[in-house]
T-cell receptor
């Protein structure tokens, strides 16, 4: 089946690292994604990883993929107030993207 | 930077009325999509569209829904007779080729059915 699960909320102190976790069920996914949604805005593609990779780093963002456990994570180093948003995990299946419910990241001062 | 534009940002309608949600995809993109997000739930795939026809649709996309590319720039989603449960944020997206990793989303239209 097609399902993507992630926790709904995460609170992190400014300057700390945020780690958002996600599990998915379909092992045939080609790409796995992290999208960011700020209030009143659309879904912004943050980063994606091809399913045959296990890690991708892009400045403050690190994506880890454990294909055996179907587990994807997004680490944001040195979390800033501007990182406050909803983060969606997603997987591609054929020509559509299946999203999770989103994790709301709250930054504590 | 090019972007996908959706209008209106908010739409309020009475149950049973027809609504048309409009999208202007990025100009050189060939693949178009509609997704929706009911409050508190997942972003759900509705339909994909390429070469003037639907390439895939979900079970949500029943006979009440239709899509059209009426001219060279717009991509519309029509709901013929809205129901209360159609209330959601509707997102349009487009990609240049079939590269699913390069999907660009609009900022959405919030549809409220009363």
């Amino acid at each position: 089946g097609e399902d993507v699960e992630q926790s709904l909320f995460l609170s992190v102190r400014e300057g700390d690292s945020s780690v958002i976790n996600c599990t998915y069920t379909d092992s045939s996914s080609t790409y796995l994604y992290w999208y960011k949604q700020e209030p009143g805005a659309g879904l912004q593609l943050l980063t994606y990883i091809f399913s045959n990779m296990d890690m991708k780093q892009d400045q403050r963002l690190t994506v880890l993929l454990n294909k055996k456990d179907k587990h994807l994570s997004l680490r944001i180093a040195d979390t800033q107030t501007g990182d406050s948003a909803i983060y969606f995990c997603a997987e591609s299946i054929h020509d559509k993207i299946i999203f999770g419910k989103g994790t709301r990241l709250h930054i504590l001062p | 930077e090019p972007e996908v534009t959706q209008t209106p940002s908010h739409q309020v309608t009475q149950m049973g009325q027809e609504v048309i949600l409009r999208c202007v995809p990025i100009s050189n993109h060939l693949y178009f999509y509609w997704y929706r997000q009911i409050l508190g739930q997942k972003v759900e795939f509705l339909v994909s569209f390429y070469n003037n026809e639907i390439s895939e649709k979900s079970e949500i996309f029943d006979d009440q829904f239709s899509v059209e590319r009426p001219d060279g720039s717009n991509f519309t989603l029509k709901i013929r007779s809205t129901k209360l449960e159609d209330s959601a944020m509707y997102f349009c997206a487009s990609s240049e080729g079939g590269e699913i990793e390069k999907l660009f989303f609009g900022s959405g239209t919030q549809l409220s059915v009363l």
